[in-house]
């Protein structure tokens, strides 16, 4: 890969397709086939399975429940504000949940939600930078750009793993990645 160069591919998952963009410094964008924002690959992006590997096999590995941490390089494109929130969102445990008000405290601008919440609706990397861990503060689930149902699929999916209770069955013996 050149510097220049954008790579795509698509991976199916269990909610559908998505789109993984990535440049020579690492994965940049994630997007939902069906998302709110939906994204068609640009005709100067190249697609390439080889380039993306490395995203596609970290992203099936979470969907089968072995992976509950992402080892990739990342290469979001935003502002500073941003991207301390989407740093942010990468601390955020397996599993947990946290509110919008709670991430706004965690960089250190408490009065900041609204924006915390802007920031996370334009994460470039949702699942791997989890956005579907933010929850409103009254605990109900909010705005997702690969739309509710599949929020709330991320979050089961999670605890079931967390539980070890992957898909309602028990946990096979050998552990799981990270």
Known sequence: MTDE?????????PIG???LVADAQG?????FENGRHRRAPAPSWVRSRAALAFARTQLEEYFAGTRQAFELPLHPVGTPFQLAVWAELARIPY???VSYAELARRIG???AVRAVG?????NPLPIVLPCHRVIGSDGSLTGFGGGLPTKRFLLALEDRVARGDLFGLPAAGGGTRR
């Open 109 to 111: 601008q408490p009065q």
């Open 118 to 122: 802007a920031a996370n609706g334009r």
């Open 95 to 97: 599993g947990a949940t």
């Open 27 to 31: 994965l940049r964008e994630v997007w």
């Open 5 to 13: 160069t954008i790579h795509y591919d698509e991976l199916p998952t």
């Open 17 to 19: 397709r998505l789109l």
